[in-house]
């Protein structure tokens, strides 16, 4: 079936610098992507997100880029902070799939002082 | 607000046994997916439920099979467990028609020895 996946399972950024973690997908039908933050124990926090008519969207030190032409979505996080350390997901749904999310294996973010 | 809530946190269980997992949506939501996340990878959709029918499944055997209350509440219950069964399982809420403002509990962590 169709999978999300990204390039990388681990990430090591020092801090106050800025870090992009980046996403491919496969499924052409995709409409919405989102990434999740996850911290240990805790379940998937909501960051941002963007549907499939924009390839840019911009929060409070998050950006999330998204290229449908080459099916690749990037998380920039600006001035990465301690807090920020925890494995980050990308996910994706398409409508008529009852909006299920079909996530990626995550990729590792860890800060370092 | 109360977001998502699911019980138990924990839970231990031998090969074989059966287990029931539940789980409150957030006030306003009248949706709830479950998604079984393994350790060190993305959560995989289970189900969905809707007007306390299944109204979308992923690639999982019928040893899981769940419930909608009229209150929305939902529950999950997996039968003969394998020892693969054992990862967190997460519940998440959202209003029918969107997937925005989708958000997930923290999970039932589910040990099968």
């Known amino acids: 079936g169709e999978s999300v996946g990204l390039h990388l399972p681990t990430l090591s950024v020092q801090e106050g610098d800025n870090s992009i973690i980046n996403c491919a997908y496969s499924?052409?039908?995709?409409?919405?992507f989102i990434w999740y933050k996850q911290e240990s124990g805790k379940g998937p926090q909501f960051i941002i997100d963007i549907r499939s008519n924009m390839d840019k969207r911009q929060g409070q030190r998050v950006t999330v880029l998204l290229n449908k032409t080459v099916k690749h979505l990037s998380l920039q996080i600006a001035a990465t902070q301690p807090g920020d350390s925890a494995v980050y997901f990308c996910?994706?749904?398409?409508?008529?799939?009852?909006?299920?999310?079909?996530f990626g294996s995550g990729t590792q973010l860890t800060v370092l002082p | 607000d109360a977001g998502v809530t699911q019980s138990p946190t924990h839970l231990i269980k031998t090969r074989g046994q059966q287990v029931t997992l539940r789980c409150s949506p957030k006030?306003?939501?009248?949706?709830v997916s479950w998604y079984q996340q393994a350790l060190g990878q993305g959560p995989q959709f289970i189900f969905q439920?809707?007007?306390?029918?299944?109204?979308q499944r992923g690639n999982f055997p019928d040893r899981f099979s769940g419930h909608q209350f009229p209150n929305y509440s939902s529950e999950l219950n997996v039968n003969a467990l394998l020892l693969g069964d054992s990862a967190l399982y997460l519940c998440?809420?959202?209003?029918?028609?969107?997937?925005?403002?989708?958000?997930f509990g923290s999970g039932t962590r589910l040990t099968v020895v």
């Open positions: 996910a994706e749904t398409s409508s008529g799939s009852a909006r299920q999310l079909t």
């Open positions: 439920y809707y007007e306390e029918e299944e109204r």
């Open positions: 006030s306003g939501h009248d949706t």
């Open positions: 998440a809420s959202s209003r029918t028609g969107t997937v925005y403002g989708y958000t």
């Open positions: 499924n052409s039908a995709s409409d919405y």
